[in-house]
């Protein structure tokens, strides 16, 4: 059973650096394409960044780009966002998902591609 547990949300002023985790059990981070979506009070769930199985590709969504990283570590078996220059727009709740079935080449933006998801984390940006 795959589970992923995200950590790291807080309150924060703008303008500061916050990184969220995902730790991953039950699969290996290198064997899914592993992504982070937030859901904004009152809004749906978008897309934000996801990272493919092989490492070498990333998807951000435009909100994202020159501002947040994915990154991940196999030895810890996390998945990594780090997020720079927040915003009160950049407020939400944000989750880790894992795309098991998911190729390398298709884009990653699609939320029902992805099989697993964490319980999210609360990230509030203060003006």
């Known amino acids: 059973q795959v589970q992923l547990v995200e950590s790291g949300g807080g309150l924060v002023q703008a303008g500061v650096s916050l990184r969220l985790s995902c730790a991953v059990s039950?699969?290996?981070?290198?064997?899914?394409?592993m992504g982070w979506f937030r859901q904004p009070p009152g809004k749906a769930r978008e897309f934000v960044v996801a990272?493919?199985?092989?490492?070498?590709?990333?998807e951000y969504a435009d909100s994202a780009k020159g501002r947040f990283t994915i990154s991940r570590d196999s030895a810890q078996n996390t998945v990594y966002l780090q997020m720079n220059s927040l915003r009160p727009e950049d407020t939400a709740v944000y989750y880790c998902?894992?795309?098991?079935?998911?190729?390398?080449?298709?884009?990653?933006?699609?939320?029902?591609?992805?099989?697993?998801w964490g319980q999210g984390t609360q990230v509030t940006v203060s003006p």
């Open positions: 990272i493919s199985r092989g490492g070498g590709r990333t």
């Open positions: 998902a894992a795309g098991r079935s998911m190729y390398d080449s298709t884009t990653f933006v699609t939320e029902d591609k992805y099989e697993d």
């Open positions: 039950g699969r290996a981070v290198s064997s899914a394409v």
